[in-house]
């Protein structure tokens, strides 16, 4: 079992920045992949970025590559979404996501996940 708690978000402007962060607890997360999806309300839930247990590969949407960053601190069992020059349609709720047994080979699919925080809200406003 793992655990899952993201935090970090908020209403910012356009233009701004936010870093979310998901601290994981249970199993051994530090040899987890982990990944970032967000949902937009009316919508599917998304991929957005994944980072592998080391920390040395690292994925991302399409939609997300330039402004999004993700990282990991596994010494805290923390992996961070950094999000730079926020726009409107960032707007969404963000989930932070473990696959059932720690490793995928779809690492930008969310039904290859298993476990889910309960997810942060950023809202950009215009």
């Known amino acids: 079992q793992v655990q899952l708690v993201e935090s970090g978000g908020g209403l910012v402007q356009a233009g701004g920045s936010l870093r979310l962060s998901c601290a994981a607890s249970g199993s051994t997360v530090s040899s987890y992949t982990l990944g970032w999806f967000r949902q937009a309300p009316g919508q599917e839930r998304n991929a957005v970025a994944a980072?592998?247990?080391?920390?040395?590969?690292?994925y991302y949407d399409d939609s997300a590559k330039g402004r999004f960053t993700v990282s990991r601190e596994n010494a805290k069992n923390t992996v961070y979404l950094q999000i730079n020059s926020l726009k409107p349609e960032d707007t969404a709720v963000y989930y932070c996501a473990a696959p059932k047994y720690g490793v995928t080979i779809r690492p930008l699919d969310p039904s290859a996940y298993e476990y889910w925080g309960q997810g942060t809200q950023v809202t950009v406003s215009s």
């Open positions: 980072i592998n247990s080391s920390g040395r590969s690292t």
